[in-house]
């Protein structure tokens, strides 16, 4: 995939870039986890998301957050982050124009990172949010939640309990105007070790279910 240089908040930010041959395609931006615990858009859950979207031709962004690999700056403790990941979404936005929507994924950190961000973008309608650390992060700013989503965990995640991360969703199941979804990969813990699989498969079958299942587009061989 492409790799592109584009400028943050704190200076320049490296990511790979997927276009989409299609007019008007849908924007993907995927944040990876803390950058303090070795978070970065390599990352193979991050990797996987990017593909799961560019297969069903939306454009795609990952990046690295201000700090980490090529990426200018330092850690920011999620203030930084946020205006890193809304320098992003304007990068693809003024490369492609003509979208027609925007879908924001996060793992981790990221995920809270990318939720931050979809309350301050409507034009995102739609999130997958893999291992969000609801105890470890506040995530109330989700009063109420704008866009309908996906929320993945592990059973066995230690990290971010899945007990610790039910009673958000519970609470925003509630709401009138979304549909919250909520899956939980059996035998996986925060980081979805040899888990990979199943947690792609649950992205896969709730991004066919909202888009209609869209026809899969070959993506030429998967470099870095």
Known sequence: ?????FTGPAGRLEGRFHQSAQRGAP???VLHPHPQ??????????YNLY???????????????????????????????????????????????????????GVSFGSWIGMQLLMRRPEIEGFVSVAPPANRFDFSFLAPCPSSG????????????????????????TQKGIVIEHAVVQGANH???????????????YLDKRLGNPPRIAIPARGD
């Open 1 to 5: 995939m492409p790799e592109v240089i």
């Open 27 to 29: 924007i993907a931006i």
């Open 37 to 46: 615990f070795g978070g970065t858009m390599n990352n193979q859950i991050v």
């Open 51 to 105: 593909y799961a979207f560019a297969e069903r031709g939306f454009s795609v962004l990952r990046f690295n957050f201000r700090g980490v690999g090529r990426s200018q700056g330092s850690f920011d403790h999620g203030a930084g982050e946020l205006s890193d990941a809304a320098a992003a979404l304007d990068w693809a936005q003024a490369v492609n124009p003509e979208a027609r929507a925007c879908w924001i994924a």
């Open 150 to 173: 996906l929320f993945i965990h592990g059973d066995i995640d230690r990290v971010a309990p899945l007990k610790e991360v039910t009673g958000l969703i519970e609470k925003l199941k």
């Open 191 to 205: 980081f979805f070790e040899n888990r990979i699989e199943p947690l792609i498969a649950h992205v896969d079958a």
